[in-house]
């Protein structure tokens, strides 16, 4: 095994970082995962991430490159990250530069939702293809998008934002201005609300933690309508931002993951009917709108595998 | 002049096709124009624009490539035309094929409005750039994306639908089936309707003929509220459609040409105003909002550049 290259991936989320090592894209070995919220500034996070890749290096020497997937922005080329929710001290912390530092490895730094698009792309359930759109469905909506063979970054690697494109533009005003942002339909907390809300107005009294998406699934798969009815309207307002996706790129796939994409036929059964009665056959012949491959693994594969190929390695051989 | 490359450039429209001799980014010769509804089968047609382009030819003997725009879906590698609105007997045309057979010269067949964003691309507002949109308002909204310095075609060659993106999943069925398309809000008619409708609820005789783009910017220019209020409605639903672009695709410059456009400030003042409240940073720092360069001459220089890129010359040097 020593002869073919292994990454480390690291999927860096709000409470806690998680890292990987890879061998063709399976995660081989895990470290313990790092309680983020025990720290008010960079340098000493950033220190215990080095510690962790010390040790995983280790018991695994083959080790020849180092990703990191990043809730939020980052400078694709510098590996900037601007900032980070739970870290205050976090501000315009070029985070390649100091693990290679450390490190002495390639380090990539990386979106985490372009970093689960990738994984699908080169491990995933779009291998092989050369246009897709890949979202993740959970908290928020995070996107990534491959076209030609090539991630879209766009000017300031910033592309990819599924979840703030607008499906009505009388909508409420999201996070950043935006009226009748994607997100602010299906997020979790969005699905909850609104199933809560339909309870309600049957007759029916639910607390909100038996209206969440897991919940709901299981409801629905034993009958229970106002649940079904839930799924398909979060199916129309999802495939609306999808096939907009679709008009503009023309991708080969849509690629679905995430907490929510788990309640399956429930989704992809009236998401599918959508898209089909609301494209016209070039966009909708061979569209494939699949399940994601990857869950909560993907941020570890996406990044480490993307590390791999910006360090030169031919990632479709390994 | 003779040892650069001239390109004849043919902008196949609705009711006539236009023909003109392209010397580094200018016509320099148009021949008459073809009258496109006394044909009903495609042969006769083809046959008279290879006697148009004959006619060129011999006036300017220098000409290394034909490019043709035409309205609809093209398959881009084969340049083959499904049908013609206008040409009854047209269906399934190998265009590029049957013109190379008759010209042997290189030819290029794509869609209008991606010819459109490829001449604003290579020889007008969008010149160095290497991510942009541009969209052309007119009866329909159509449009055409560049990524990483490349035209984006897609799985089946039909990117680049603005028009066709949804501003509202519970808006009016359109052409395809799909709900709240932009071009169903923004379209010429649809404009003049607006208009028709908010002189009539203010108590204000209008005849529809005076509610055109054309005449709402004149009468806003001296001041007309409602005129300007139209306006801005229009900026708004434009502005939602333009913002998912950005979000999906991070563009360096929004590129807007065609008729709806000579609006200018009426148009692209509330426009701005509203994609800036509704982006975040990385989106809509050095976010350039342009007016396109070409008129209805886009469509000759962006088929004849094409052509010449396609047939091997370096456009960004001629």
Known sequence: MSDLPLAIGIDFGGTSVKTGVLYRGNIIDEAERINTQIYEEAPPLIHRIH??????????PGIEAVGVGMPGFVDFPTGMVHQLTNVKGWKKIYLKRELHKLTNLPVTVENDANCMAYAEWKRGAGRG????VAI??????GGGIVIDGRMVRGANYAAGEV???SIDYTGPMGAYGNRGSLEDYIGNQQITDMAFKAYAAAGIDRLAGEC???????AALKG?????RIWERVAEKLA?????????????ALIIGGGVAKAGDLLFGPLTKSLHSQLSDAFKDNLKILPARFGNEAG???AGTLALEQAGFDVDDH
């Open 51 to 60: 510690e962790v890749i010390g040790e995983l290096r280790k018991k695994h």
């Open 224 to 228: 229970d309508e106002i649940a079904i």
């Open 212 to 218: 969440s998406p897991l919940k709901l699934t299981m």
């Open 129 to 132: 293809l050369k246009h897709l």
């Open 300 to 302: 570890i594969v996406g």
């Open 163 to 165: 979840g703030q494109t």
């Open 240 to 252: 609306t931002a999808l096939m907009n996706c679709c008009w503009l790129l023309n991708p080969e």
């Open 136 to 141: 993740t469905l959970g908290t928020g909506v």
